[in-house]
């Protein structure tokens, strides 16, 4: 069972724009704006796309935003294209004495009509 | 170029040891704190264990804490996680990744399989 709850799987066609949640807890994602996502293609490794709940790196596309409310984050791309088809694994720093330092959602699938 | 090249996995019986190596390149390591990063056969990912900069600060995840531990040779720009009593729940891609709070490069993993 995986610290932070993500939905399984998400779909919408190109153009649209989809959202992925993640749901953890005040010792995690409501304490810390520590939370950051990671999309991963079949067989690569995970690759930094928001970090700091709602910044993004340097090469990643604007059209991925995150945001925070709550015990909630939020993973949004607009205008989907083909290529965002993938795996989303959004993470938090946590205080939990009883979970690691850092936790991991279970992951999003990602299907682009 | 950050670059991450992680090595030393491989096919080991249940209860042996096997340690893991990531050397780094294109940045300045002693500056970064480091981490690994695991992920089992189609599932999800899994943080495993972190290491400050200087080494000053350790953190295990509960399922490796007393039987993983993690280390660095700044001089040698490299990362390390000797894995003991290794169990078939071990069995994943096991990535490093460099950051504090988030995990901003990765390398391209090395496999550890654990069966009799």
């Known amino acids: 069972q995986s610290a932070l709850t993500q939905p399984a799987s998400v779909s919408g066609s190109p153009g649209q724009s989809i959202t992925i949640s993640c749901t953890g807890t005040?010792?995690?994602?409501?304490?810390?704006?520590?939370v950051s996502w990671y999309q991963q293609h079949p067989g690569k490794a995970p690759k930094l796309m928001i970090y700091?709940?709602?910044n993004r790196p340097s090469g990643v596309s604007n059209r991925f935003s995150g945001s925070k409310s709550g015990n909630t984050a939020s993973l949004t791309i607009s205008g989907l294209q083909a290529e965002d088809e993938a795996d989303y694994y959004c993470s938090s720093y946590t205080s939990s004495s009883t979970l690691a330092n850092w936790v991991f959602g279970g992951g999003t699938k990602l299907t682009v009509l | 170029e950050v670059q991450l090249v992680e090595s030393g996995g491989g096919l080991v019986k249940p209860g042996g040891s096997l340690r893991l190596s990531c050397a780094a390149s294109?940045?300045?390591?002693?500056?970064?704190?480091m981490n690994w990063v695991r992920q089992a056969p189609g599932k999800g990912l899994e943080w495993v264990s972190s290491?400050?900069?200087?080494?000053?600060?350790?953190y295990y995840a509960d399922s490796v804490k007393g039987r993983f531990t993690i280390s660095r040779d700044n001089a040698k720009n490299s990362l390390y996680l000797q894995m003991n009593s290794l169990r078939a729940e071990d069995t994943a891609v096991y990535y490093c990744a460099r950051g504090s709070f988030d995990f901003d490069y990765w390398g391209q993993g090395t496999l550890v399989t654990v069966s009799s």
């Open positions: 700091d709940v709602s």
């Open positions: 005040s010792s995690d994602v409501g304490g810390y704006n520590y």
């Open positions: 290491i400050s900069s200087s080494s000053s600060y350790i």
């Open positions: 294109g940045f300045t390591f002693s500056s970064y704190s």
